[in-house]
């Protein structure tokens, strides 16, 4: 049993690997600041997993505040997920997000220098390749000047922590996420999107709930099957696994090299056309919907080569796109009530 920090361990990613690593007999501590979850997820927690891991209410951008809550404590590996992620947003207030995400994580490594021991997994993305010349997309793919802030933060993020790593003999692994979907079978976690959902999947089981109008198809012009942009759309548990076994790695010593990165993705790209008629088969629900212009920024296709995933890190996706939509649907539903 090891004992672990899940930084941002109340949102979305963060609370189905806490349930993930319960389940494997690891200690958890979560942080989180509440900036963009509420509370209540710690309940659902603990009814999936029958533990209530401690909580610390903490920005982790805050230094004084950082120091203060690590001082005295020793944690074995950090998933470190807390930061701000709508694209849309960090244009909108890029200065905000480069303090948020750069601050914490540069804490963070303060404490990980003084506790060389202390693993690390960085919630990386595949918004790093932007629009790759190469599908499915390698690790190897060149990073391509980001499209937002956000995306700029994960690029820099992984910089910053190549050059610690060298620095100071840590041991770091940076995931970069495809497309998060889909909720815990229980219906007891999931995905809160606070506001209007940016993103296509809560958009749907909004919008099939009744909560939104009908969903806006962005872009049916694509060189693609179909016209519409594609996607490699992994479940939420499936990608909550994969930072469990990252993890394992480091504490088993057997990394190749002190940063590793993983794509994390299901190697198979979904268009938005296929992604509705999924949503409709897997929950028996018709969407509303119409076409609409492309969305700014919008890559055409990106699915992630996964073979490094699989060979070296030993983890492959096991739910189908089905599976993710109906647990998504089950996950509003709740969310209602119903
Ligand atoms: C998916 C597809 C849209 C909404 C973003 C971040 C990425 C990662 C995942 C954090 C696109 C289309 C969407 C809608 C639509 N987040 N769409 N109508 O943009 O691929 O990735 O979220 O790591 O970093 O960039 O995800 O869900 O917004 O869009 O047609 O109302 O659905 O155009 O083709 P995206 P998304």
Redesign the pocket.
């Known amino acids: 049993m090891k004992t672990v920090l899940v930084t941002g361990g109340l949102g979305y990613i963060g609370s189905h690997t806490a349930v993930d690593l319960i389940a494997r007999g690891h200690r958890v501590v979560l942080a989180d600041n509440l900036n963009n979850t509420r509370a209540e997820v710690l309940d659902g927690i603990e009814a999936i997993s029958g533990v209530r891991p401690e909580w610390v209410q903490v920005d982790l951008a805050d230094r004084s505040a950082t120091e203060a809550f690590l001082a005295g404590r020793t944690f074995d590996g950090i998933i470190h997920f807390a930061a701000h ?1 709508a ?1 849309g947003e960090s244009v909108a207030e890029p200065i905000a997000y480069y303090r948020n995400n750069f601050d914490s994580l540069l804490n963070l490594l303060d404490y990980q220098r003084a506790h060389p021991q202390c693993g690390l997994i960085f ?1 990386s ?3 790093v390749y932007g629009q790759a010349d190469e599908l499915p997309i390698p690790e190897s793919a060149p990073i391509k000047p980001a ?2 802030p ?2 700029n933060t ?1 690029q820099v993020g992984e910089e910053i922590l190549r050059d610690a790593v060298r620095a100071f003999g840590l041991k770091v692994i940076a995931l970069r ?5 889909g909720a815990h079978s229980s219906a007891r976690i999931g995905e809160l999107p606070l506001g209007v ?5 809560p ?2 089981t909004q919008s099939a709930a009744g909560l939104r109008g009908p ?5 049916n012009d694509y060189p693609t099957r179909d016209g ?4 490699d759309y992994i479940h939420v548990v499936d990608l909550a696994a994969a930072h469990v076994v990252a993890l394992e790695r480091i504490f088993n010593a057997s990394m190749a090299e002190p940063f590793e990165v993983f794509n994390l993705g299901t190697g198979e790209g979904s268009t ?1 056309l296929e ?1 509705i008629q999924s949503f409709e088969r897997a929950t028996g629900s018709s969407l509303q919907w119409s076409f ?1 212009p ?2 700014a ?3 055409i296709a ?1 699915y992630a080569d996964t073979h490094r995933a699989t060979e070296v890190l030993g983890w492959t996706a096991q739910k189908s796109l089905d599976e993710a939509m109906a647990d998504a649907w089950r996950w509003q539903l709740s969310l209602q009530g119903i």
């Open positions: 992620k694209v919630s993305s595949c918004t499209e937002s956000y995306g994960k996420y495809f497309n998060p979907i959902p940016q993103n296509l999947v958009f749907i969903l806006q198809v962005y872009g519409t942009a594609i996607r938005v992604v609409a492309r969305r920024g919008d890559v990106a």
